[in-house]
Nanobody
Framework: QVQLVESGGGLVQAGGSLRLSCAAS???????RGWFRQAPGKEREFVAA????????NYADSVKGRFTISRDNAKNTVYLQMNSLKPEDSAVYLC????????????????WGQGTQVTVSS
C-alpha cells in the first residue's frame, strides 16, 4: 500500500515562493510522480510530473519557467519548488503516484495524497 503526505503549503504574497514536499510510504520509487491542483469550483488541473528516474519532467504551460519538480528516491520524496507565485496559483495541491512516465493524465495515477493548501495574496 502506498500513502502520500503533502506538506509545505501556506499563505504567501504574490511574487513569493513556496516549496511543497510529498513524502511517500511504500515502494513509490518506481512510480512517476505528479502534482495537480484544484481550486474551489474548478476541476482538478495538472501542474507538473516527473518520471520514475527523474530523467523526464512535464509542466503545465501556466507554470513553465516558474515551478520546478524534483525527486529524491532515497527519501521517497518529491518536491515542487514554486517561484513567482500569482493569485491564480491558489488551490489545494495534490501529490500523485503511478505509472513510470511523466504524464499529465489524471487517470494514469493510482495513488493520491490529501492535499496541501496554497494561498497567494495580491
Amino acid at each position: 500500500q502506498v500513502q502520500l503526505v503533502e506538506s509545505g503549503g501556506g499563505l504567501v504574497q504574490a511574487g513569493g515562493s513556496l516549496r511543497l514536499s510529498c513524502a511517500a510510504s511504500g515502494r513509490t520509487f518506481t512510480y512517476a510522480r505528479g502534482w495537480f491542483r484544484q481550486a474551489p469550483g474548478k476541476e482538478r488541473e495538472f501542474v507538473a510530473a516527473i518520471s520514475w528516474d527523474g530523467g523526464t519532467t512535464n509542466y503545465a504551460d501556466s507554470v513553465k519557467g516558474r515551478f520546478t519538480i524534483s525527486r529524491d528516491n532515497a527519501k521517497n520524496t518529491v518536491y515542487l519548488q514554486m517561484n513567482s507565485l500569482k493569485p491564480e496559483d491558489s488551490a489545494v495541491y495534490l501529490c500523485a503516484a503511478g505509472g513510470t512516465y511523466a504524464t499529465s493524465r489524471y487517470s494514469d495515477y493510482h495513488y493520491w495524497g490529501q492535499g496541501t493548501q496554497v494561498t497567494v495574496s495580491s
